[in-house]
């Protein structure tokens, strides 16, 4: 009896070897010498034994550059700063327009509100000529005093 969740047949796969085509055949190489062995000895007593190392050859010299004069340099560099602060006088200009462009707008609005203040005092004031002074109503006097000395 077979199980449901159990493959009934089982595939096997066998490694194909891979075959690299050798367009040359392999020359054998004969060694060199075999290479020296150095051994130190360490503060501590042990000794530490390995191949000695050839240093490696120098590199060939650079062919060497012709210097650049030094006026060349101090012209490029002059022209260098130059551009820089050209920059930066148009970035001062552009700040100093949107300055006073922002003072003029302060003015302006102060003005409006100073004037406005002045209109409300002048146009505002029609028809109440005691303005600062006390109204007395004479009946409530009365009525008050008698009330209070009844």
Avoid at 85 to 101: Q, R
Wanted: net charge positive; charged share 10%; glycine share 10%.
């Amino acid at each position: 009896m077979t199980h449901p969740e159990r493959p009934t047949a089982v595939e096997l796969h066998h490694p194909q070897p891979i075959t690299v085509p050798t367009a040359t055949p392999l020359v054998p190489v004969q060694p060199g010498p075999p290479p020296t062995v150095q051994s130190i000895v360490l503060p501590d007593g042990r000794i530490v034994t390995g191949y000695a190392l050839t240093p490696a050859p120098a590199p060939a010299p650079v062919a060497t550059r012709p210097t650049v004069s030094r006026t060349a340099v101090n012209i490029a560099l002059g022209g260098i700063g130059f551009g820089a602060v050209c920059g930066g006088l148009v970035l001062l200009t552009s700040f100093i327009a949107a300055l006073t462009a922002f003072i003029t707008q302060l003015i302006i609005l102060a003005a409006v509100i100073f004037g406005g203040w002045i209109a409300v005092q002048i146009f505002g004031a029609t028809g109440h000529h005691d303005r600062g002074g006390t109204t007395v109503n004479i009946r409530k006097a009365v009525i008050k005093r008698s009330h209070f000395h009844g």
